[in-house]
């Protein structure tokens, strides 16, 4: 499946941001697809992830609250609306899909075979 993110850009700290993954190549819905984000001279970080079978969704104690995962499998898309963004979460945002995951690994980046290019995200006054 291929994975196409966009949406990113550069806002204040109170805004609002909605950033799309787009799939193509392959049926979607049975994916799980998650946001990962990287901040320069950090490692990759899980953001939320929604389960492809249940729809059930997952999120980081850094986001939860604020940002909202969801997806519409008629339009193969993903979207993670992101409320209240301060400073740090200024990242390079990427989505990433797997097949079959095990829900103790939904967080990792490596359970995720297939990776958008992401979309930067910077949130400065």
């Known amino acids: 499946v291929q994975l196409q993110a966009s949406g990113g850009g550069l806002v204040q700290p109170g805004d609002s941001l909605r950033l799309s993954c787009a799939a193509s190549g392959r049926t979607f819905s049975p994916y799980t697809i998650a946001w990962f984000r990287q901040a320069p001279g950090k490692e990759r970080e899980f953001v939320a992830t929604v389960r492809g079978s249940s729809g059930h969704t997952y999120y980081s104690d850094s986001v939860k609250g604020r940002f909202t995962i969801s997806r519409d499998n008629a339009k193969n898309t993903v979207y993670l609306q992101m409320n209240s963004l301060n400073t740090g979460d200024t990242a390079t945002y990427y989505c990433?899909?797997?097949?079959?995951?095990?829900?103790?690994?939904?967080?990792?980046?490596?359970?995720?075979?297939?990776w958008g290019q992401g979309t930067q995200v910077t949130v400065s006054s």
């Open positions: 990433a899909a797997s097949r079959q995951i095990i829900s103790s690994t939904l967080f990792l980046a490596e359970s995720y075979h297939y």
